[in-house]
């Protein structure tokens, strides 16, 4: 069984205080788990893809903090997990241990570690072999564990203390008096044994806390603060209880059937980690009595109360223990097993726990997470994000499923589309859960013709609209108080956008039939130089053809190319055919010489040419969607054109000539 997407709460004592340490539930009914109000969102950057989500787990089973929000409204503990958990009953059994717990590695895909430190902190320990004591550790000592060859090794500041064959296990006993601290896991440990096994022909080891009964192994159980209702806690050791019986009867049974038995990396019924349940050893015991006493705290205390008070019980179906899966919060609302893991188990359905969810208080039942479509597009490696849709098939408690359900998230990008189940998704973004919705940004662009020009003279070029005679630029991206706003020409013309008088800076000009309005500031008013050139249906393009540092004007008709090196009318000073008719014509000094040529975009295809006599292009490449704007321009600064394209007022620029990604987005 999958437990690794479950949330647990492992600083119980620090993290009660964030609630009213309220022990004793109220005397009034128990009332309906759903029918309850969760908080709203907040609102966010609306240039931003949000995930807006609830609770944090996998949303099978029981809710802790459901079970918390349950207790503080007067439910008891039986009715709290056959809620949860639905055709189940709370039974007695007897699992006989001892459960061994896995401290390292702590999940199947961790390494198994080549060294340990044990803190002796009171008293002293014996070392073991074949029940044989090899050496004897002082209190107040650091050993070190390790594998030497064909031993084990056993040091205290660089010195061996002891030597002995690594061909059989190492054993640390504990009394239940002594303690001792791990290094590595920063934990204190006081039951049971500590167990060190040889990874076969490696230095690396299995180690392993081999607990006598099960009880003392939930007295270490860090998964629910301990100042929580009796109730909830109550419905914690049973849930753990369960789960932990299961565990060690599959494997008690895979060994009765011949097999070896343990997991594939460890010796061990259980891991210490949210993998299978969060055992933190003594600290939980220690809970409310200083960092470093050896005696149990008054959390400790209350944790292990409520372990003592359901003793022998089990959560069971059908006269069998059932496993019981929890997470901290579904949110308001489970979805099923079948739902979340693909596997149907009768009694893991889909739950409305609102009310209870609403009473238990939980920080994280509206939780955002916001990513630029730069950020997002790299997590899921698409280029630069530009949509995310969920697909139809969503949990009946608000859950995006598996691949096979229809349930897919699809982020699309400018380099690609990634479909994601929702926990690829929760994982690859930092969710808390997989019950959220995803909406993409939305932008405002103003309406009508797209210019690019360096509006300042600091030599980047940047966006620009002109709308029927409203010219708006934007001469800082992204800096949109900084916008420079006029009224120039009247609708129906076309706006071109240059250098027309060699000061650095582009202007706004407009074309009116065959006839050029130039104006050389940003402002309305006259227009400082005007004249006839081309026809009425040319296509009218700007570019500083001849390298002389001012832009003049050109005209494209079907694929002809008519440029002119003045501010006047007359005939056309080169003339050269280029593309197609129907394609778009760019202009761009593409190989940074100082002259604007020629370029075309057919469908997502580029062709630029770096001379004015037509003929192949010297280069060709592919950018952008077809319906997109191709755009020209020296975006980031630099003496050569580079391609970028606009899409629902965003450009995606590329800082060098060519395809690939977009090294930029700039949201009008």
Same mark, same amino acid.
């Given at each position: 069984?999958?437990?690794?997407?479950?949330?647990?709460?492992?600083?119980?004592?620090?993290?009660?205080?964030?609630?009213?340490?309220?022990?004793?539930?109220?005397?009034?009914?128990?009332?309906?788990?759903?029918?309850?109000?969760?908080?709203?969102?907040?609102?966010?950057?609306?240039?931003?893809?949000?995930?807006?989500?609830?609770?944090?787990?996998?949303?099978?089973?029981?809710?802790?903090?459901?079970?918390?929000?349950?207790?503080?409204?007067?439910?008891?503990?039986?009715?709290?997990?056959?809620?949860?958990?639905?055709?189940?009953?709370?039974?007695?059994?007897?699992?006989?241990?001892?459960?061994?717990?896995?401290?390292?590695?702590?999940?199947?895909?961790?390494?198994?570690?080549?060294?340990?430190?044990?803190?002796?902190?009171?008293?002293?320990?014996?070392?073991?072999?074949?029940?044989?004591?090899?050496?004897?550790?002082?209190?107040?000592?650091?050993?070190?564990?390790?594998?030497?060859?064909?031993?084990?090794?056993?040091?205290?500041?660089?010195?061996?203390?002891?030597?002995?064959?690594?061909?059989?296990?190492?054993?640390?006993?504990?009394?239940?008096?002594?303690?001792?601290?791990?290094?590595?896991?920063?934990?204190?440990?006081?039951?049971?044994?500590?167990?060190?096994?040889?990874?076969?022909?490696?230095d690396t080891f299995y180690l392993t806390a081999v607990i006598d009964d099960l009880d003392t192994y939930l007295y270490g159980l860090g998964e629910?603060?301990?100042?929580?209702?009796?109730?909830?806690?109550?419905?914690?050791?049973?849930?753990?209880?369960?789960?932990?019986?299961?565990?060690?009867?599959?494997?008690?049974?895979?060994?009765?059937?011949?097999?070896?038995?343990?997991?594939?990396?460890?010796?061990?019924?259980?891991?210490?980690?949210?993998?299978?349940?969060?055992?933190?050893?003594?600290?939980?015991?220690?809970?409310?009595?200083?960092?470093?006493?050896?005696?149990?705290?008054?959390?400790?205390?209350?944790?292990?109360?409520?372990?003592?008070?359901?003793?022998?019980?089990?959560?069971?179906?059908?006269?069998?223990?059932?496993?019981?899966?929890?997470?901290?919060?579904?949110?308001?609302?489970?979805?099923?097993?079948?739902?979340?893991?693909?596997?149907?188990?009768?009694?893991?359905?889909?739950?409305?726990?609102?009310?209870?969810?609403?009473?238990?208080?939980?920080?994280?039942?509206?939780?955002?997470?916001?990513?630029?479509?730069?950020?997002?597009?790299?997590?899921?490696?698409?280029?630069?994000?530009?949509?995310?849709?969920?697909?139809?098939?969503?949990?009946?408690?608000?859950?995006?499923?598996?691949l096979n359900q229809d349930s897919a998230v699809t982020i699309t990008g400018t380099e690609g589309t990634a479909v994601l189940s929702g926990d690829?998704?929760?994982?690859?973004?930092?969710?808390?859960?997989?019950?959220?919705?995803?909406?993409?940004?939305?932008?405002?662009?103003?309406?009508?013709?797209?210019?690019?020009?360096?509006?300042?003279?600091?030599?980047?070029?940047?966006?620009?609209?002109?709308?029927?005679?409203?010219?708006?630029?934007?001469?800082?991206?992204?800096?949109?108080?900084?916008?420079?706003?006029?009224?120039?020409?009247?609708?129906?013309?076309?706006?071109?956008?240059?250098?027309?008088?060699?000061?650095?800076?582009?202007?706004?000009?407009?074309?009116?039939?065959?006839?050029?309005?130039?104006?050389?500031?940003?402002?309305?008013?006259?227009?400082?130089?005007?004249?006839?050139?081309?026809? *009425?249906?040319? !296509? %009218? &393009?700007?570019? =500083? $053809?001849? +390298?002389?540092?001012?832009?003049? /004007? @050109? #005209?494209?008709?079907?694929?002809?190319?008519?440029?002119?090196?003045?501010?006047?009318?007359?005939?056309?000073?080169?003339?050269?055919?280029?593309?197609? *008719?129907?394609? !778009? %014509? &760019?202009?761009? =000094? $593409?190989? +940074?010489?100082?002259?604007?040529? /020629? @370029? #075309?975009?057919?469908?997502?295809?580029?062709?630029?040419?770096?001379?004015?006599?037509?003929?192949?292009?010297?280069?060709?490449?592919?950018?952008?969607?077809?319906?997109?704007? %191709?755009?020209?321009?020296?975006?980031? +600064?630099?003496?050569?054109?580079?391609?970028?394209?606009?899409?629902?007022?965003?450009?995606?620029?590329?800082?060098?000539?060519?395809?690939?990604?977009?090294?930029?987005?700039?949201?009008?």
């Open positions: 069984m999958n437990h690794t997407a479950r949330f647990a709460i492992i600083a119980a004592g620090a993290a009660g205080l964030l609630f009213a340490a309220t022990t004793t539930a109220p005397a009034h009914a128990c009332p309906e788990p759903g029918g309850g109000s969760l908080p709203t969102f907040e609102e966010t950057n609306p240039e931003l893809f949000a995930f807006n989500g609830r609770g944090w787990g996998h949303g099978v089973g029981m809710s802790q903090y459901g079970a918390r929000g349950a207790a503080v409204l007067g439910c008891d503990v039986d009715t709290i997990l056959e809620t949860y958990y639905q055709g189940t009953l709370v039974a007695d059994d007897q699992v006989d241990g001892p459960i061994h717990v896995g401290l390292a590695p702590h999940t199947p895909t961790a390494d198994a570690p080549t060294s340990s430190t044990v803190r002796q902190l009171d008293g002293q320990v014996t070392w073991r072999q074949n029940g044989t004591t090899v050496a004897t550790q002082p209190a107040g000592t650091d050993w070190a564990v390790q594998i030497d060859g064909p031993d084990w090794v056993l040091t205290a500041g660089g010195s061996v203390q002891a030597r002995m064959p690594a061909t059989q296990p190492l054993t640390l006993p504990l009394d239940g008096q002594t303690t001792v601290k791990l290094a590595e896991k920063d934990r204190r440990y006081q039951h049971g044994h500590l167990r060190y096994d040889r990874v076969v022909d490696t629910m603060p301990s100042s929580w209702p009796d109730a909830a806690l109550q419905a914690q050791a049973i849930v753990g209880r369960s789960f932990a019986a299961i565990n060690l009867n599959e494997r008690r049974n895979r060994q009765a059937a011949g097999q070896d038995g343990w997991r594939d990396n460890c010796r061990c019924d259980v891991y210490d980690s949210v993998f299978s349940q969060a055992y933190v050893g003594f600290e939980k015991e220690a809970e409310g009595n200083g960092a470093t006493s050896s005696e149990r705290g008054h959390w400790g205390q209350q944790w292990a109360d409520a372990v003592d008070a359901t003793t022998g019980r089990f959560l069971t179906y059908n006269g069998q223990i059932a496993s019981g899966n929890y997470a901290a919060s579904h949110g308001g609302h489970g979805d099923s097993s079948a739902f979340v893991w693909n596997w149907d188990v009768d009694y893991l359905q889909a739950v409305d726990d609102s009310r209870w969810a609403e009473a238990g208080g939980f920080p994280h039942d509206a939780w955002t997470e916001t990513f630029t479509p730069e950020e997002l597009g790299e997590r899921a490696d698409v280029g630069v994000a530009t949509d995310v849709d969920l697909g139809p098939n969503i949990g009946v408690g608000g859950r995006v499923g598996q690829q998704a929760r994982r690859l973004l930092g969710l808390r859960s997989t019950r959220f919705t995803a909406t993409a940004p939305t932008y405002d662009p103003p309406s009508g013709q797209v210019l690019v020009g360096d509006w300042n003279g600091d030599g980047t070029e940047t966006l620009g609209w002109y709308d029927d005679g409203e010219v708006r630029l934007r001469p800082e991206i992204g800096n949109r108080f900084n916008d420079i706003v006029y009224t120039y020409g009247v609708p129906g013309d076309v706006a071109v956008a240059g250098d027309f008088n060699g000061d650095g800076q582009a202007t706004v000009s407009v074309v009116r039939g065959a006839q050029w309005f130039i104006n050389n500031r940003h402002e309305g008013g006259s227009a400082n130089v005007r004249f006839i050139y081309g026809r *009425a249906g040319d !296509q %009218p &393009i700007v570019g =500083d $053809w001849n +390298g002389d540092g001012r832009d003049t /004007a @050109g #005209v494209v008709r079907g694929n002809r190319w008519l440029l002119r090196n003045t501010h006047d009318g007359g005939s056309s000073d080169i003339r050269f055919a280029y593309g197609r *008719a129907g394609d !778009q %014509p &760019i202009v761009g =000094d $593409w190989n +940074g010489d100082g002259r604007d040529t /020629a @370029g #075309v975009v057919r469908g997502r295809r580029w062709f630029v040419d770096n001379s004015h006599d037509g003929g192949r292009a010297d280069r060709s490449f592919t950018y952008g969607r077809v319906g997109d704007r %191709p755009l020209a321009g020296k975006f980031a +600064g630099t003496d050569a054109t580079t391609n970028a394209i606009e899409r629902d007022g965003q450009l995606f620029v590329r800082t060098t000539l060519g395809s690939g990604s977009a090294d930029e987005r700039w949201p009008w």
